[in-house]
């Protein structure tokens, strides 16, 4: 009978040992890694006594002593504390896969590093994409994930005009801030006139944006068609002035009485057109009228992107698709249905999401030409205002509503993740084929 070989290291024991970090590397004869493991530990064990602890427990409470506890700064510091944790938690686990994984290493022969320039030398060959890559995500951790956890955290406290720290302290209230945007009717009116407007406003000027994009590119794009550079740098002019400054003189030109529309332009096309009189409108004090205008201008103003990357997709799509298509005797809407449509469609669908989720938080368009206006749909949103604007105006208004605002950016957000995850699944946008 053969003699077996017992294993050289016991993973098990290995992983045991990296309980306490470090031990386990000090066991497969990493003494460097194992000390490097041993100081970081130390480091988050000093961290929770002299900053942590104290964080987690301010995070929790949100203070006992009004004028002295600062709620907001306990729930800031306390969201810091958690991410640090989860952070070193993460830390803590590979720290156990790793001693396993080296132990394994070990018992099949392979050399692992012990010394500084071993390690160093392994980390430059085998690891420098997490070098690189470890970096970005601690800068989303504090860039991203910080304000994000924040911002969901004050969703579930009572942070509103009647409680402003120090003055007055913070509690936990729960889902009680998304109840009373469903269920008081001072929000609960207000958030289905802003959201139902809001649906309208980024369908209707997104989806005209699109097709006014699409159409003028395959227009451009004919064969017949000359002066095609000239035509292309008219087309982008809108996207070549600041939208700041576009929206501030649409918003003159849609003057009731002195705008250039009801001045100039409607009384030439009455004079123009016989048999025709076009009434005056009233584009800034009607909200009906006011949300006409508004779709009409962010479709001027998003359709030259749209044309652009519409414009690089025509040119992409072989003529002999075409050429066989008109041999079959399809003509120019089949052509367009069947090669046209769904090559811009495969291509593009992802971007004219991002068009959708873009113009769902349009700040600027609404902000800029009538400040939400003109009237009221309570609960301090214009009739104009959509979700983003009513978040701003609730925040800046005389009675702030803080918890609010977060609980409608976090239902903002809710939509704007599940529809688009939808639709890049349904577009294979994230399947990347494997060269």
């Known amino acids: 009978m053969a003699d077996t070989v017992a294993p050289r290291q016991d993973e098990r024991k290995a992983m045991s040992l990296s309980l ?20 970081l530990t130390a480091l988050f064990i000093f961290e929770m006594f002299t900053f942590g602890y104290g964080a987690l427990v301010g995070f929790v409470t949100l203070g006992s002593v009004p004028k002295q506890d ?24 590979a720290n156990i896969l790793d001693a396993r994984s080296i132990a394994r ?90 959201f139902t407007w809001t649906l309208i406003w980024t369908i209707c000027a997104t989806t005209l ?16 068609i000359k002066g095609k550079r000239i035509f292309g740098v008219i087309f982008l002019l809108p996207w070549a002035v ?14 009731d009485s002195i705008g250039a529309i009801n001045t100039q332009v409607i009384p030439f096309l009455n004079h123009l057109i016989p048999f025709v009189d076009l009434p005056t409108l009233a584009w800034k004090t009607d909200p009906n009228w006011t949300k006409v205008a508004i779709i009409m201008i962010q479709a001027w103003l998003g359709f030259p992107y749209v044309y652009v990357m519409t414009t690089s997709i025509l040119q992409s799509i072989p003529e ?14 089949k052509r367009f249905t069947a090669i046209t449509l769904p090559v811009i469609l495969s291509v593009a669908a992802p971007i004219f999401m991002t068009q959708y989720t873009f113009n769902f938080n349009n700040f600027t368009m609404i902000y800029l030409f009538n400040d939400g ?48 995850l939808f639709v890049f699944k349904k577009t294979n946008a994230f399947n990347i084929e494997e060269a």
Not at 76 to 91: C, E, K, P, W
């Open 209 to 224: 944006q699109i097709v006014i994009g699409v159409f003028t590119a395959i227009v451009a794009h004919q064969p017949f």
């Open 373 to 420: 206006g003109p009237g009221s749909v309570g609960g301090g949103a214009g009739s104009t205002d959509i979700l983003i604007s009513w978040i701003y105006k609730i925040t800046t208004g005389q009675s702030p509503q803080f918890s609010i605002a977060a609980a409608l950016t976090l239902i903002i957000s809710l939509i704007i993740i599940s529809v688009s």
């Open 105 to 194: 290493k070990i018992n099949k022969g392979e050399k692992i590093s012990k010394t500084l320039k071993e390690m160093l030398h392994n980390i430059y060959a085998d690891g420098f994409p997490y070098l690189l890559i470890i970096p970005s995500y601690i800068f989303m951790a504090i860039a991203i994930v910080f304000p994000v956890l924040v911002t969901v955290c004050t969703a579930f406290i009572n942070y509103d005009f009647k409680h402003t720290p120090p003055a007055k302290l913070l509690n936990w209230v729960g889902i009680e801030n998304f109840w009373n945007i469903f269920n008081l009717s001072t929000f609960r009116d207000a958030f289905m006139a802003v």
């Open 70 to 93: 600062h709620s907001l700064f306990l729930l800031i510091r306390g969201s810091l504390q958690i991410i640090i944790t989860i952070i070193f938690l993460a830390f803590y686990g």
């Open 20 to 39: 306490i970090p470090g031990l386990g590397q000090f066991y497969n004869g990493q003494a460097l890694k194992g000390i490097i493991f041993l100081a």
């Open 320 to 333: 002999t698709l075409y050429e066989a298509a008109k041999i079959d005797g399809a003509g120019a809407i």
């Open 242 to 255: 600041p939208a700041f400054i576009t929206i501030m003189t649409f918003s003159n030109m849609f003057n």
